[in-house]
């Protein structure tokens, strides 16, 4: 059973960041894609960020893009989400997800596709 765990959450100023991590145990195959996504109370989960478990290949929504950079270290079987130059309306809990099958771009943005989830991280963006 694949089990994704968050950390790194917290509260932070306007312009300041933060690095959210995801500790994947139980597995991941090769071919997976690997996500981020948050949501605000009331709203719908919203994507903003995918890459491949192999080859590294990211895609990103137009809201964070130059802001928000996802990685992964392979050894560690860890996902990384560096936030930087963070904004009021960024607060939100953030969730990381897996799929198996792999994915590129847009492809990368229906969450219903994605079969393992996070419990989630609140980030809180002060001004």
């Known amino acids: 059973q694949v089990q994704l765990v968050e950390s790194g959450g917290g509260l932070v100023q306007v312009g300041g960041s933060l690095r959210l991590s995801c500790v994947v145990s139980?597995?991941?195959?090769?071919?997976?894609?690997m996500g981020w996504f948050r949501q605000i109370p009331g709203r719908e989960r919203e994507f903003f960020a995918t890459?491949?478990?192999?080859?590294?290949?990211?895609y990103y929504a137009d809201s964070v893009k130059g802001r928000f950079t996802i990685s992964r270290d392979n050894a560690k079987n860890t996902l990384y989400l560096q936030m930087d130059n963070l904004k009021p309306e960024d607060t939100a809990v953030y969730s990381c997800a897996a799929r198996g099958g792999g994915c590129t771009g847009d492809r990368c943005t229906d969450e219903r596709t994605y079969d393992y989830w996070g419990q989630g991280t609140q980030v809180t963006v002060s001004s």
């Open positions: 890459i491949r478990w192999i080859g590294g290949t990211t």
């Open positions: 139980g597995g991941i195959f090769s071919s997976s894609s």
